[in-house]
């Protein structure tokens, strides 16, 4: 990919940071688009609510590409209905503010990459799913809907506009999974709820990889692209990759009532099946380096360990 000027909202976040990161070793500029006032060189003040327009166009008119990854944490804290608004308006306004201010620009952004989820696909059992599949129902999935709609207005202007359905992203320094690793290394780990429920990881590092493929505007894909690994696993699987890796037991069952004490509505998702893979990605040629839930556990732990 050619050198370029990459903004990132979310860059300090897990991806984002990484992202950010990669892309600074290649020789890339990048723009970290940041709420508060700037305190580095490389910062600038955006506006995700939307409201101060001109400065969110000019917080990225003279940049190639656009990568939005802000949002609040889905499993950061129990869904109440005061932080199940903060989720959707999180994504769903703040996408919006970045495609109008893509949009107002005479010379847009090339690329667009806008974050977005698997959730958009509901709980589909042991389906294997792809790119073609139908959304689904639920409170992630409302969300990814209204989350991914929000991004057409930079579609429409010209950005070739890629939509980031991403899974479990699988890391030790942060997200979802980075909640297992204490857990497992403490050797209490074990299948969640019956187990036999699908998830779909990729590691850190591929996932960063995948984002940097779109943005090379050679791969021509636009639209939906799920960011998984190629071979979802059921949970009962990640529970023995873990404790394989990690040498600690996995074998002391989460029944599934006590996750809805700790987690709340989260929980439906925590035991909720998807069995998603990357179908575009793969049909495009981009290789993974970490392909099995193994191979992404070791690659988290050696990245740790560094």
Known sequence: MEPRRVAITGSHGLIGGAL????????????????GEPRAADQRRWDPSG?????????IEDCDAVVHLAGAGVA???????????????????????????????TPPRVFLSGSAIGWYGYTGDRVIDEDSPSGSGFLADVARDWEAAADPAERAGARTVLLRTGLVVSGAGGAWGRLFPIFKAGVG???????????????????????????DATGLSG??????????????????????????AV?????????????????????????????????????????VEDAVRAAVAARRG
């Open 20 to 35: 950010a990161d990669a892309l600074l070793r290649e020789g890339h500029g990048v723009v970290r688009l940041v709420r």
């Open 51 to 59: 409201r101060e327009q001109e400065r969110n166009a000019a917080a």
């Open 76 to 106: 950061e804290r129990r869904w109440t209905t005061s932080y199940k608004a903060v989720i959707r308006d999180s994504r769903v306004l703040g996408t919006a503010a970045v495609a109008a201010a893509i949009a107002s620009l005479t």
């Open 190 to 216: 074990g299948p969640i709820g019956g187990g036999r429920q699908y998830w779909s990881p990729i590691s850190l590092d591929d996932h960063i990889a995948a984002i940097r493929f779109l943005l090379d």
């Open 224 to 249: 939906p692209v799920n960011l998984t690994g190629p071979h979802p696993v059921t949970n009962r699987e990640v529970a023995r990759a873990m404790g394989r890796v990690l040498r600690r037991p």
């Open 252 to 292: 002391f069952p989460v029944p599934a009532p006590l996750l809805r004490v700790v987690l709340g509505e989260f929980a439906q998702d925590v035991v909720g099946s998807q069995r998603v893979v990357p179908r575009r990605l793969l049909d495009a040629g981009f290789s993974f380096a970490h392909p099995t």
